[in-house]
């Protein structure tokens, strides 16, 4: 969905008011504010000029942006970044939409065949037990994989292991850079857990 906002900031200047002026100034970590300085453009806040001097800067990144697929499907396997609502019609399916789709897992939905989402952290899911591991329901056919990474000072970046197309044996693997310690004495289960 980041891929997406710069996309649509390129293309069209319908988000300017609604959004762009409010979350530039909040994000100067984002794609747009780092392009803009990397051009040396400093008044980001002149969002047509700012889009016309990213135009005209990065023509290369507008492109790879515009052919970036919403949707890779497989025999087996769809990945989307934050869900589709079936597997009928996806073709025909708002962008958007699929990109950002809160709450996927807790929609019901149910696939004949995995699809793999991420966008909404995993630590979502479950308030009560900070994890920030893939979840992956098997009966459903859904496999959530963000892990929060940036987003949640807890967060992770996880990597979903598939070892061939048709195979379910999914692992995964993650990262975190939190020291990793482990305690001596053995503690009972508290009715809320925390993150240490």
Request: with cysteine.
């Amino acid at each position: 969905n980041c891929d997406g906002l710069v996309q649509r900031f390129f293309e069209e200047d319908g988000l300017d008011g609604p959004f762009f002026s409010r979350y530039l100034p909040r994000h100067p970590e984002s794609t747009l504010r780092q392009l803009a300085g990397e051009t040396g453009f400093s008044d980001w806040r002149d969002l047509p000029a700012l889009r016309r001097a990213l135009r005209d800067a990065y023509p290369e990144i507008r492109a790879w942006l515009g052919n970036l697929p919403t949707i890779l499907e497989t025999e087996h396997l769809l990945f989307v970044h934050g869900g589709v609502p079936s597997l009928d019609n996806l073709e025909g399916l708002d962008r958007w939409t699929c990109m950002k789709n809160d709450n996927f897992l807790g929609q019901g939905r149910s696939f004949s065949k995995y699809v793999i989402v991420g966008h909404w952290p995993s630590t979502l899911y479950d308030p009560e037990i900070p994890r920030a591991d893939p979840l992956i329901d098997r009966e459903r056919k859904i496999i959530s994989i963000d892990g929060g990474c940036v987003l949640k000072l807890d967060g992770q970046l996880n990597a979903l292991i598939i070892p061939e197309e048709s195979s379910q044996d999914f692992s995964w693997q993650s990262y975190d850079g939190l020291p990793l310690v482990r305690a001596l004495d053995p503690q009972a289960a508290s009715l809320r857990s925390v993150n240490v």
